[in-house]
């Protein structure tokens, strides 16, 4: 079964895993600031055109708008997440959706009380842990990033749910 995982947003990655121990890490597709709806497209249509999608299952972190935000913030994060949601759908790809809450509960990672950067490190640590030999440092960076951390924990979360997980 192919397995996917999804950190939507700007900063976000794809992380799919379409054998045991074979995982590829897209960062969010992006056209300067905004998302190239194409380029997700294509990761979708690729898995098609393998024959993965008849085998194959997504888990999508669900966003919400936050008070504090602006008004184009939160625009652009409803935008975002739609569009997700939209070619899953498409390509006929199943998924579910999950609370931030929800899955990093799951892996004993706080979501209150500690700094953003804390809450980062702590994902990177726990995904690092979990798949060692993925590469977390996304193109262009030294270090590794939240974002490809958080979708493979969002892979493995969506692994667990089907019996899968480690």
Not at 1 to 16: C, R, S, V, Y
Not at 78 to 102: D, K, M, N, S
Not at 109 to 120: D, F, T, V
Not at 136 to 142: A, F, N, Q, S
Request: glycine fraction near 12%; aromatic fraction near 8%.
């Amino acid at each position: 079964m192919t397995f996917i995982g999804i950190d939507p947003g700007l900063h976000g990655a794809i992380a799919i895993e379409s054998a045991p121990g074979k995982v590829e890490i897209y960062p969010m597709p992006l056209i300067g600031n905004e998302l190239d709806v194409r380029g997700i497209g294509e990761i979708f249509a690729d898995l098609a055109r393998t024959g993965h999608t008849s085998d194959c299952f997504a888990m999508l972190e669900k966003q919400q708008c936050y008070p504090k935000q602006g008004g184009v913030s939160n625009f652009s994060t409803g935008y975002g997440y739609g569009v997700l949601v939209a070619l899953l759908t498409a390509h006929c790809i199943p998924f579910e959706e999950v609370r931030p809450q929800a899955w990093k509960k799951a892996f004993g990672l706080s979501m209150r009380g500690e700094e953003k950067s804390a809450k980062k490190a702590a994902s990177i640590q726990k995904a690092q842990q979990l798949y060692p030999g993925v590469n977390l440092v996304m193109p262009g960076c030294r270090k590794p990033h939240d974002g490809v951390a958080e979708a493979l924990l969002l892979l493995e979360y969506g692994k667990r749910m089907k019996g899968a997980g480690k």
